[in-house]
């Protein structure tokens, strides 16, 4: 085990003992060839980084480097942490310069790179926030996020010299690593970073250099988080602590609980394990066994998804995990897979391998839409239409995490200690890992994760004496007493996990870990088959999860599925999937690039009963691609918890249109789903948010002509939480052969709140109808509710 020298200031403990822990298999020592991942990793190249760099550009955050740089006037735009996302972003070219060296991906890098560079303080400092709105203020309060921007440069450097071999930005984090060095520790400033980060890209940044300086200020901040004893004062003269938001509400190794925003939390135990793998600390380890313990028994949804609220964007009380209003951030799913990807080199067992698996397919895809340009922030598992992918976010850290997460995806394969491979995920492509002289090449092909069947070719160099460790799926192995989630009927203990052959020749399982063991000396073209059989699974939730009592989730392999209105007559709030629905996996080359879906019979809830319908599931990470419109993943059983949807109407059957479109859902003024007041904030709602005391319209274009005499409308009123207000005035206008007129003779145009305000007029033929309102000066609005007569 290797000990880290050199910290006799911070409190070490050695007194556990473990194995060795596992290398990461470099994404540069990964060639994919196919398969589900390349075609993301290419989506990545083509689509979602150039959309990046794009709206960098548009947002002005790569401005501000001019900016700071004496290149261009004006004042810093943006949010504090705006910096990151460039980081990020250059991140994300870098491992898509690994993966394929393109010229055009290149040169916009480095051009972006000597803009940051000549930004650069000659201190060494590079925060443009600060650099722009007041150098004085620097290093007074981490709530900017400077140490958090720092500790993505220092990503984004490592990443392009690895990817490159060009050092402009490395040399760029070096020096601004430096400055912060001499600003915190020991006998300095001691305080700790609001929003972790910095924590593991030092450890990296030690990595790369063998510079102690870094490790140590990892340890440094890791160490002082929740100590109160040795931290700066405030402005009231009291130590300054972040609280439970920022898991700064005791030490590190006393910590038992996740709590807090599920990004910084993920982050800061992400540093954790790189500690206790590099001291060998045993409080660091114990620590984080409980919160992993506490996270994935008590507060993870089944997508790898974290975040039950949005008023932290994290984490409430054990077994809290409500489906509508799950917060499921998609940058806490990425950061979720970087803690267990750790904790699994630390251990060497699969159950973490596990979690990076369903989080990487399910919690962390579904941010990112299949054209590369459209993200969600949110990934909440129920919908009744309100979410929708925007091309981008006023806070932008999703977009620009998925476009570095993407092509970093090999680099989670694998991993060995000495001449033992771990095989972790499954992806075609091709592997050479080395020890010393020796090195093994592996070669998979795969269809994974819509096919179980795996086979790997071995080509070894030197010595052929390796022991090959196979992952067999938590999805594949019974239930553990205490899952918060598990197949319904569970997988008999007496049924192979998996079916194993060496050179065509059957042989046993030997388990070890959640690994499928093999030792034994290789010759070159010797091949391994792994066929993991992969049946549709029922998942129940922990009893406990009061959501999902009575509700079923269905999983195939390493895949959630969800349910879309689209595909059910435009709602799935009526269906139930009873225990004995026949269900079948069928692939479909036609439908969202190429996914398994799961059909099926399934009921409806119907004003007058239940009818038997056609059922059709999708992969949760493709939802909300084809249009706009309500999803579920947990599903009623039984009739009883279904919801009959009213009969179609007018307006339901109409296209919806609006002056403006935002985050809030347009679908929501004809879903149909009753207020219970203007203040409502349980269903989804319309508004024209963020625009005050503007003229705004929506409109219902109907599929013909036709004779309308009166509308209702219900006002989303927001006072006391937000800026939605009843319009200072509205009227109906109704279309006339290519313009738009004010409807005869209407009555009162109301404003009462907590109720529908009817219209009556003339009766008009029409093939559309709008609202037109004039906002409060000062304030947006919103409709619940638009029915027309």
């Not at 009969?647 to 347009?666: G, H, L, W």
Request: glycine share 8%.
């Amino acid at each position: 085990m290797s000990i880290l020298l050199g910290l006799s200031a911070l409190p070490v403990l050695f007194s556990f003992a473990a194995a060795e822990p596992l290398a990461p298999t470099p994404f540069t020592s990964v060639k994919l060839d196919g398969g589900f991942w390349t075609a993301w990793i290419e989506l990545n190249r083509t689509h979602v980084l150039p959309h990046c760099f794009d709206q960098c550009e548009k947002a002005g955050k790569i401005n501000n480097f001019l900016k700071a740089a004496g290149r261009l006037q004006g004042e810093h735009e943006g949010a504090p942490w705006e910096d990151s996302d460039v980081y990020k972003v250059l991140e994300g070219a870098a491992y898509c310069l690994a993966f394929e060296r393109d010229p055009t991906i290149e040169k916009t890098a480095d051009d972006l790179i000597e803009k940051i560079a000549a930004a650069q303080r000659p201190d060494g400092y590079l925060h443009t926030h600060f650099q722009l709105r007041g150098i004085e203020k620097r290093w007074t309060d981490d709530s900017a996020h400077e140490t958090y921007c720092a500790g993505h440069l220092i990503e984004a450097g490592i990443a392009y010299f690895q990817a490159t071999g060009k050092r402009d930005l490395l040399d760029v984090a070096i020096r601004f690593a430096d400055h912060i060095d001499s600003v915190f520790g020991p006998g300095k400033l001691v305080d700790v970073p609001q929003h972790e980060e910095i924590e593991l890209a030092l450890v990296k940044l030690w990595r790369i250099t063998n510079e102690d300086r870094y490790l140590k200020l990892a340890q440094f901040f890791v160490e002082e988080r929740g100590r109160m004893d040795t931290r700066r004062t405030g402005p009231d003269g009291k130590p300054r602590s972040w609280g439970e938001t920022c898991q700064d509400h005791k030490p590190v190794r006393e910590q038992s609980e996740i709590v807090g925003h599920a990004v910084r939390a993920m982050y800061l135990f992400s540093g954790v394990a790189d500690l206790a793998a590099i001291t060998g600390d045993a409080g660091f380890r114990d620590a984080l066994e409980r919160i992993w313990t506490n996270t994935t028994q008590r507060k993870m949804y089944i997508t790898g998804g974290l975040g039950s609220t949005a008023r932290h964007e994290g984490f409430t009380g054990g077994y809290d995990l409500p489906n509508e209003s799950a917060y499921c951030e998609t940058c806490a799913a990425i950061a979720f897979v970087f803690m267990n990807h750790r904790m699994g080199l630390i251990a060497g067992e699969s159950r973490f391998a596990d979690i990076v698996e369903r989080a990487m397919y399910n919690g962390a895809l579904s941010g990112v839409s299949l054209d590369g340009r459209h993200f969600f922030y949110v990934n909440p598992l129920a919908s009744a239409g309100q979410h929708h992918r925007a091309p981008w976010h006023g806070c932008a850290c999703c977009p620009t995490n998925i476009v570095r997460f993407l092509p970093s995806i090999a680099g989670y394969a694998y991993a060995h200690r000495g001449r033992e491979i771990f095989v972790n995920q499954f992806m075609p492509g091709r592997a050479t890992i080395r020890d010393g002289e020796n090195e093994l090449t592996l070669s998979m092909a795969t269809k994974y994760p819509w096919d179980g069947d795996i086979r790997l070719t071995i080509e070894p160099k030197g010595s052929g004496d390796w022991t090959l460790r196979l992952r067999i799926p938590g999805w594949r192995r019974p239930p553990v007493p205490g899952d918060l989630y598990t197949p319904v009927p569970s997988i008999p203990s007496h049924e192979p996990p998996a079916i194993l052959k060496i050179n065509g020749q059957d042989t046993p399982l030997a388990m070890d870990n959640g690994y499928a063991r093999i030792a034994r000396k290789w010759k070159p073209g010797d091949t391994i088959e792994l066929s993991l059989p992969m049946p549709i699974m029922r998942m129940k939730a922990h009893p406990n999860v009061k959501a999902d009592v009575g509700r079923v989730a269905l999983q195939r392999g390493p895949i959630v599925y969800c349910v879309e209105g689209i595909d059910h007559g435009g709602d799935v709030r009526q269906l139930a999937l009873p225990a004995d629905a026949p269900l079948n996996a069928e692939w479909r080359p036609d439908l969202l690039n190429g996914v398994m879906t799961i059909v099926g019979k399934a009921q409806a809830r119907t004003e007058s009963g239940a009818a038997s319908v056609s059922f059709q599931a999708v992969p949760y990470y493709a939802w909300d691609n084809r249009e706009q419109g309500p999803m579920a993943v947990w599903l009623p059983e039984t009739i009883e918890l279904a919801q009959a949807v009213p009969p179609p109407t007018m307006a339901s059957e109409s296209k919806v249109t609006a002056s403006f479109q935002n985050r809030d859902s347009i679908l929501a003024v004809k879903d149909r789903i009753e207020p219970k007041s203007s203040n409502d904030h349980s269903i989804p709602r319309m508004t024209w948010w963020d625009h005050l005391g503007t003229r705004e319209w929506i409109q219902y274009t109907f599929k013909e002509a036709q004779q309308v005499k009166a509308v209702e409308v219900y006002w989303f009123d927001d006072t006391g939480t937000g800026q939605c207000r009843v319009p200072k005035s509205w009227r109906i206008l109704h279309a006339d052969k290519g313009q738009w007129k004010e409807v005869d003779q209407p009555s009162a145009y109301t404003l009462h709140l907590n109720t529908y305000n009817r219209t009556t007029f003339n009766p008009v033929k029409t093939d559309a109808l709008r609202i037109e309102v004039e906002l409060q000066p000062g304030f947006s609005g919103g409709i619940l509710e638009w029915r027309v007569e």
